[in-house]
């Protein structure tokens, strides 16, 4: 049944992210937007953020209730260890973040990643602009990114007799860093995501509920929106 809804997850993800490209090749091709209006680009970023993200968690949530009623009661059932399991989650993603970023420093990486430079200018955009980065950043990627990147990645490569848990942990954790760099060919900034991939797929395996790693990945982006407000 959980294989049966990480194939039309990941269905999901593809034609939406197909769906998506689409849209943005229209918008070239017609010269809708003026790409020299910085104002302009950002407005069309937030709510591309919103309207991609936004319609795959609404559709991972209402497709799937039997799924997500037994994530809620297998949560209830062992709460106390899953939160104890959070913790360690955010602590050590909060590590492995600090630990990279002073690994790209000592080779001379020190330009902020394209991603990380978008979420920079919505911050820096009108109260919408705002208003959608918490949204998309906080809730809705972590959402949609758990359930494509460990809960669907891993019943996949779980089919594979031979496979080892760390490997799936590798290769689901380099796909989820390949998809935040392959848009603006930023390979360089892959370790980074990829490494905080590892932690997120560690503790979904030792929970093996993906609630766990959505609640860590809310955590993470909750600190690091708040910081890039606050500073």
């Known amino acids: 049944m959980t294989e049966n809804i990480g194939k039309r997850v990941i269905k999901i993800y593809i034609l939406m992210y197909i769906a998506l490209i689409v ?3 229209l918008l070239v091709a017609f010269s809708i937007i003026d790409w020299e209006n910085d104002e302009e680009t950002v407005r069309l970023n937030s709510i591309m953020n919103l309207s991609f993200y936004g319609a795959m968690a609404l559709l991972y949530l209402s497709l799937f209730t039997d799924f997500w009623r037994k994530v809620i009661a297998q949560f209830k059932q062992n709460s106390k260890k899953f939160l104890k399991l959070i913790g360690l989650g955010f602590g050590s993603l909060i590590l492995v973040s600090a630990l990279i970023s002073l690994g790209y ?3 001379g990486v020190t330009d ?5 430079a978008a979420l920079d200018a919505l911050l820096a955009g009108a109260w919408f602009d705002k208003f959608s980065l918490v949204l998309f950043a906080v809730f ?3 959402l949609v990114e758990e359930m494509v990147f460990r809960m ?3 019943q996949l490569l779980y089919r594979y007799k031979d496979i080892k848990p760390w490997m799936v942990i590798v290769i689901s954790s380099l796909l989820f860093g390949l998809i ?3 848009s603006t060919l930023d390979f360089i900034q892959i370790f980074y995501y990829a490494g905080l991939g ?3 797929g560690f503790f ?3 929970s093996k509920n993906i609630a766990v790693p959505i609640a860590i990945h809310m955590l993470l982006n909750a600190f690091v929106t708040i910081t890039m407000i606050v500073y």
């Open 105 to 107: 420093q000592f080779i």
């Open 198 to 200: 590892m932690v997120l």
């Open 204 to 206: 979904y395996h030792k």
């Open 140 to 142: 809705l990627a972590p």
């Open 180 to 182: 935040h760099v392959v």
């Open 152 to 154: 669907a990645t891993f």
């Open 112 to 116: 902020t990643s394209d991603n990380q």
């Open 23 to 25: 849209v943005q090749v």
